[in-house]
């Protein structure tokens, strides 16, 4: 089509520190950035691949120019779904999650719209992001915590996994006694680890514990549930769209990132049915430029939780725009996703 392009590039973000949790510590971060241009607008998306799901860099390279060609009217959402789908049945959600994002910001910007906006959400101001603590020797989670909570974060979310969790929370709970305090376990403890760390995180009044079991220990994590004072949010155990409803009966809530579903359009239909099945929901992230974060941004008005400081871990984040206040972001009013290029 005479005036298309669509081009991407890969860039190595690295992050402050390294980023520890249960699976791995990693610095190094390769995002692929997908430029879409017709009729004199852009659209851009990124790529936030994650090897848990099934994606490297080199899946993202290899895949984007197989999956290019469903992206011909960006108006068509449903017809650019269904042909990613027809291409490549499975896997490579944030390879597709890209794309939906260069459509979407196309399209937001050829109307003059944030993309908040053409999606139809609301004004309404977003959810305070919790900050991470990533796993590290325990002084520095200490060290972590205090310097987080003395920039004026009111939520933090502590990554554990480790054989000394227990004296995490505590140490972490007396670092920075009048936050907000989440737990993420990744997936990493057994069932019995798990029923004795409910009393130490009620006892922590912790307001919520991500993926405490393996991804799909859906009965231990039910179990979990029948008697836990702590919400217990889904995060591995949700890979697909068509999870949701399935995961109502084993948790709480369940965690959204667009790089993980396959886009923001895809993080939508997930949310409606999240609330057709009774779940709470946190909009969630990868370690992503601001760009992806605004995305997920878009749709976290809508959410009772957000988890949304992926660019805010960052060295080097390639795009500016949004506006951090501690962890509360507002709303990007810019057209489309509302950031642009350093």
């Given at each position: ?14 992050t ?6 249960a ?19 852009t ?5 936030a ?21 469903a992206?011909?009217?960006p108006?068509d ?14 896997g490579h ?9 260069a459509?979407v910001?196309?399209?937001a ?27 590290a020797?325990?002084?520095d ?15 933090l979310?502590?990554k ?8 995490i ?11 907000a305090?989440?737990?993420?376990a ?16 009620a006892?922590?009044?912790a307001?919520?514990?991500e ?10 994590h039910?179990?979990l ?8 949010v ?12 399935a ?8 965690n959204?990132?667009?790089a ?10 997930a ?39 992926g660019?805010l ?10 506006d ?19």
């Open positions: 089509m005479a005036g298309v392009s669509l081009s991407w590039k890969t860039h190595e973000l690295h402050a520190q390294p980023f520890g949790i699976r791995w510590t990693h610095s190094v971060y390769p995002r692929t950035f997908v430029t879409f241009t017709q009729g004199g607008v659209g851009q998306g990124e790529a691949p994650n090897a848990f799901y099934g994606e490297t860099r080199g899946t993202v390279e290899a895949t984007l120019p197989l999956l290019a060609e992206l011909t009217d108006w959402w449903d017809g650019l779904h269904a042909r990613l789908k027809a291409l490549m049945p499975q959600p944030s390879a597709r999650c890209a794309l939906e994002m459509a910001d196309w399209c910007q050829s109307v003059g719209l944030p993309a908040w906006q053409l999606l139809g959400l609301s004004p309404s101001p977003l959810p305070e992001s919790s900050y991470t603590v990533s796993i020797a325990l002084d989670m200490r060290r972590q915590a205090r310097e987080a909570a003395a920039r004026g974060h009111g939520v979310k502590v554990l996994g480790t054989d000394h969790d227990e004296a929370v505590e140490a972490l709970r007396e670092e920075a006694p009048a936050v305090l989440r737990v993420d990744n997936a990493a403890w057994t069932r019995a680890q798990a029923r004795r760390m409910l009393d130490v995180l006892a922590a009044r307001e919520l514990v993926q405490p079991l393996a991804a799909g220990d859906l009965d231990g039910a179990a549930r029948a008697v836990s004072s702590v919400p217990i889904a995060d591995e155990s949700l890979h697909h769209v068509g999870d949701v409803l995961l109502a009966r084993a948790f709480d809530g369940v959204l990132k667009l993980k579903l396959g886009g923001p359009l895809q993080a939508l239909r949310l409606r049915l999240a609330r057709e099945g009774g779940l709470s929901v946190m909009m969630g992230c990868m370690i992503e430029s601001s760009l992806g974060i605004a995305a997920a941004a878009a749709l976290a008005g809508a959410c009772d939780w957000a988890d949304l400081d660019a871990l960052l060295a080097d984040d390639p795009f500016v725009g949004l951090w206040q501690a962890g509360q972001l507002a709303r990007p009013q810019g057209q489309g996703w509302g950031v642009e290029r350093r």
